[in-house]
C-alpha cells in the first residue's frame, strides 16, 4: 500500500490541525486558573433569617439573588452552637474528633493533629486569609495564622463586646477597628481580594452578627425601629421585639456588605472564576420566625441545627434548589473537588462532596446520615426522618417542624436509626474529652505575640468577671493586694518577653503599683495615668444585652519579663493600691524579645 503524493500532503494537513487543537486544549487546560474561593460565614442567622426562605419581614435582595442564581440547598445543616460548626467547615470532620466542646476557655480549641481548609488550598498554591470570629483557639499554634492563614483580621473569641471601632487583632497584634465591625471586616476583605485578584486565594469571611449583643448602626436601625414584626408564628409569645428587629436590621446589613463583595468582584472581572458560599453557624439566637422549624441555637432540633446554604459560580453552575442531605463536613471535600486540588495530608474526613448534586448527576448520589450533637445531646437524620435526642422519630418529609412524633413507627426502621445514632455517640463522639486540663500555650516558636485575655484567666479573692459570658469580660472589683489573676500557662520557649496589660482605672488609682510573676522572675509598673472612660456605643444597643459592656481600655507597657519553659502559672497582682480601687483588665499580651 502506497499514498499518492496529493493524497501525502492532505493526510499532512489534517494531522497538523489535529496536533495544533490537541497542543491548544492541552494549553487551555494548563493555563485555566485555579477558582478563588470566598467562604462567607454568619453568626447565629437562622434559616428564617432571609426573605429567599420566606421572611417576609427582612430585606436581604443580595443573598436572594446570589440564591436564585446559585445552588441553594434546603436541607442543610450544622451544629447547634458556634466554634463546633466552624471546626467542621475546617476540617470537613465531626467536631468531637478536633476535641471542641465548649464555646469558651479552651474548650474552642480544634486539637492541633487537626489539618485545615486554609493548610490544604495552601499546599496547593493559594493564598489564604480569615476576616472575622475565628473561635477555635486563640493562643498560637491554635491561632489562625498557625492554622494555614497567611493573613488574620479580627478576634479569635467566641463573641465581641463592641461593634464600633473595637480592639482587634492583625495577625496577632492588637489594633482598633474602624467603624462598624461588619463593614470594615469586609473592606479588609475586599482590599485583600483586589491584591492578590491575579493569584488564587482562599478568603474566609467569618461575620460575627446577628449575634448579640445586639448593636445596630443608625441607617439600618431606622429602618426596623418601628416596624410591624410577625407574632403569629410558632414562637411568637417569646419573641423579643426589639430583639428581632435588631436582628433583621443587621441581616440586612450583611446582605449590604454581601453585595459589595459581589460588586468587587465582577468589577476585578473575577466573578467567572469565584465560588462563593455563603451559610450560618447555627440556627436563630431568638424566638422570632423560622419557617416553623422547632428550636432555636443550642438545639439539636431542626430550628437549631438547620442552616442557609448557597453556593455560587457563575456559568459553572446552574441555578437550583437542591434537596439533598447535607453537611458542614462536606464543604472541605465539596471545594477540594471543584478546585480539583489534592489533600497532602492523611486525616480521613467525615463529608463527602457535593459536586456530583452540583452538577446533576444525582445517579452518583447515596443515602446517608448526618449528625448533630451538644451537650451530649444528639440528633440523627436521614433523607426523610430524624431521630430526636429523646428518640422520638420524626418524618421530616410529612411534618418539617416535628409537630408530630410517629407514633407507632416501623419496629426495623426505629431500631436502624437507633443503633446509628448508638454506633456513632459510641465512636465519634467518644473521641470528645471534656475532662481535659485546658492550659494556655505562650511563646510559640515563629510567633511573635502570645494574648492572654481576661476570658482565659482565673481570678482570685474579690475580683469578679464582668459577665457571666467569659468571651469578651474583663475583670473588675480588684480592691485588695491579695487579690490576684492567673493563667495556666505552659511555656513553650525560655526567654524575654515584653509584657503589655490593657487597663483601666480611676484618677485614685494613680502611683499603684501592678506586678506580674512566673516563678521567681517578675515585672513591676506603677500606674501613672488614670484613664476610667464611660461603656462603649451604648447608644447602639437596641435590645438588653446578656453580654458585657466594653470600654476602650488603655495599653500600659510594664515592661520584660523572663520566662521559663515549661508548665507554670502566670500571675497578677497589685503590690500597692491607692484608694478604694485598683483596675480593670481586660488582656495581657506577651511579646518575644529577641
Not at 74 to 92: D, H, K, N, Q
Not at 230 to 253: P, V
Request: hydrophobic letters at 35%; glycine letters at 8%; proline letters at 6%.
Amino acid at each position: 500500500m502506497y499514498f499518492k503524493p496529493k493524497n501525502f500532503f492532505y493526510l499532512i494537513i489534517v494531522v497538523g490541525i489535529g496536533l495544533l487543537f490537541v497542543q491548544s486544549c492541552t494549553s487551555n487546560a494548563q493555563e485555566r486558573p485555579k477558582p478563588n474561593i470566598i467562604l462567607i460565614v454568619t453568626d447565629d442567622q437562622g434559616w428564617g433569617d432571609l426573605g429567599i426562605n420566606g421572611n417576609p419581614n427582612v430585606h436581604t435582595p443580595n443573598i436572594d439573588k446570589l440564591a436564585k442564581n446559585g445552588a441553594q440547598f434546603s436541607r442543610f445543616y450544622v451544629s447547634p452552637v458556634c466554634s463546633p460548626t466552624r471546626a467542621e467547615i475546617l476540617t470537613g470532620r465531626y467536631h468531637p474528633r478536633g476535641g471542641v466542646y465548649s464555646t469558651s476557655t479552651g474548650g474552642e480549641r480544634l486539637d492541633l493533629d487537626e489539618k485545615t481548609i486554609a493548610e490544604i488550598f495552601q499546599s496547593n498554591g493559594y493564598n489564604t486569609a480569615a476576616f472575622g470570629k475565628w473561635h477555635n483557639g486563640s493562643q498560637p499554634p491554635y491561632h489562625p495564622n498557625n492554622r494555614g492563614f497567611d493573613e488574620f483580621y479580627g478576634f479569635a473569641s467566641g463573641h465581641w463586646g463592641n461593634y464600633f471601632s473595637p480592639m482587634l487583632e492583625r495577625n496577632g497584634e492588637v489594633v482598633k477597628g474602624e467603624g462598624f465591625i461588619i463593614d470594615d471586616l469586609t473592606n479588609n476583605a475586599l482590599e485583600y481580594i483586589e491584591n492578590k485578584s491575579d493569584e488564587p486565594f482562599f478568603v474566609y469571611l467569618a461575620y460575627n452578627t446577628p449575634h448579640s449583643p445586639m448593636q445596630v448602626p443608625d441607617e439600618w436601625w431606622n429602618k426596623y425601629k418601628d416596624a410591624v414584626i410577625d407574632s403569629t408564628h410558632r414562637y411568637g409569645d417569646k419573641q423579643k421585639t426589639d430583639k428581632t428587629r435588631a436582628a433583621y436590621a443587621l441581616c440586612e446589613n450583611l446582605d449590604w456588605n454581601v453585595g459589595k463583595v459581589m460588586e468587587k468582584l465582577d468589577s476585578l472581572q473575577l466573578l467567572e472564576n469565584t465560588i462563593v458560599i455563603y451559610m450560618s453557624d447555627n440556627g436563630p439566637n431568638g424566638w422570632r420566625w423560622n419557617d416553623g422549624l422547632k428550636g432555636i441555637k443550642g438545639s439539636t432540633d431542626e430550628g437549631g441545627v438547620r442552616s442557609p446554604f448557597i453556593l455560587y459560580w457563575k456559568d459553572q453552575l446552574k441555578p437550583q434548589i437542591i434537596s439533598q442531605l447535607a453537611s458542614a463536613i462536606d464543604i472541605l471535600p465539596s471545594l477540594m473537588d471543584l478546585a480539583d486540588i489534592t489533600n497532602p495530608f492523611d486525616k480521613p474526613i467525615d463529608g463527602v462532596s457535593l459536586k456530583p448534586l452540583l452538577m446533576g448527576s444525582i445517579e452518583e448520589w447515596k443515602e446517608r446520615y448526618v449528625y448533630s450533637q451538644w451537650s451530649g445531646n444528639v440528633s440523627i437524620r436521614n433523607q426523610q426522618y430524624m431521630l430526636d435526642k429523646d428518640n422520638q422519630l420524626f418524618d421530616l418529609n410529612a411534618d418539617p417542624g416535628q409537630l408530630h412524633p410517629i407514633e407507632q413507627p416501623s419496629e426495623a426502621l426505629l431500631s436502624e436509626l437507633v443503633t446509628a445514632k448508638e454506633e456513632w455517640k459510641n465512636s465519634v463522639l467518644a473521641e470528645l474529652d471534656r475532662d481535659r486540663e485546658e492550659v494556655f500555650p505562650v511563646g510559640f516558636e515563629g510567633s511573635k505575640y502570645t494574648q492572654l485575655p481576661a476570658r482565659d484567666g482565673i481570678p482570685h479573692g474579690g475580683i469578679k468577671r464582668s459577665s457571666i459570658h467569659p468571651n469578651s469580660s474583663f475583670f473588675t472589683n480588684w480592691t485588695s493586694t491579695t487579690d490576684s489573676v492567673t493563667w495556666d500557662t505552659d511555656i513553650l520557649t525560655s526567654g524575654k518577653y515584653k509584657a503589655t496589660v490593657y487597663y483601666t482605672c480611676k484618677a485614685s488609682a494613680v502611683g499603684s503599683t501592678l506586678l506580674l510573676k512566673q516563678g521567681q522572675h517578675e515585672v513591676k509598673t506603677i500606674i501613672k495615668e488614670a484613664h476610667d472612660p464611660d461603656f462603649v456605643a451604648v447608644e447602639f444597643d437596641r435590645s438588653v444585652r446578656d453580654e458585657s459592656y466594653e470600654k476602650d481600655f488603655k495599653p500600659l507597657e510594664m515592661g520584660v519579663i523572663e520566662l521559663e519553659k515549661g508548665r507554670h502559672p502566670i500571675s497578677m497582682k497589685a503590690g500597692e493600691i491607692k484608694g478604694a480601687e485598683f483596675i480593670d483588665m481586660r488582656l495581657l499580651v506577651l511579646e518575644r524579645v529577641e
